[in-house]
């Protein structure tokens, strides 16, 4: 489960459009250069601006005003072009090349920076691969309907951690972002919530890793009992946000139980944040889990519990 590369891809993407760009440019030229021949000659002449510059240099003597006089020329042959396009019933910029993206001419990259379309093609690319991508529409911040919690208390607790969980998305570094356990019972947000975390922070540009606690260990199984790779379970590890959905729905045992442990120690110690939720209380985590996990749950991942009546319930009741 290494990450697929995303930026092969996207590279690959962007030269086929840069030269389906180019193609197309060359397409209306050639159909100008029929239409009217005097744009024809024009480009003719333009394309021969290089070698003449070269042989005015070669020739030596007052070069610098002999170039001038090449440039004077290229500029009234140039607004000559645009007037018998106009006048032919183009666009003036009719053959220029149109690109997606002005900024980079859909190169990507804006000198040595990646430009930020290309950034967004990177993690709509991550997206729409990842477990979120079906998701994304459905669960966001957007459209979280804070009228399924009742007015005071339940209200008040639920704005908080839409404020918490947005902010905390919306400001995301994979180095010095908190951990969160979101616990509370099922029906409560905990999994939209933790969706459009997953989402907003993907299209930030980072590497987010969404699974049940069921999907976690079944990959760890896969490399424990059946010779999968190891590399098939490097993710939990390495991703800059790893989201952990409804812990306490696996069968525990001493297998799955340090199968969490060490995703969880190992991205504490890479200062790496990780969301897990479950639908047990503090004290249900206490009796399931050793000391071990629990301490770690209830020190170092910042709580956030979820109170009111199970939405999904209310959402059919008022249909
Ligand atoms: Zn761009």
Redesign the pocket.
Known sequence: MSERNYYKEVHDLYRNKRERAEREAEERRRAVHEAIPQVFDIDTRLARTGSEILSAIMQGGDYESKIEGIRKTNTLLREKRSELLLKGGYPADYTDIVYE?E??A?S?Y?GLDM????KAAIAEARLSDSELGRLCDLQSFENFDLSYYAQGSERLSIEHIVRSLRSFAEGFDSTTSDSWLLFGDTGLGKTHLSTAVGVTVIRRGYDVLYKTVQAVIDDFEEVQFKGASQQSIKRYYDCDLLIIDDLGAELTNQFTTSCIYNIMNVRMNKRKPTIISTNLTQKELRDRYADRITSRLFGEFKPLQFKGTDVRRQRLARK
């Open positions: 993206c900024k980079c859909d990507g804006v430009c930020n379309c290309m």
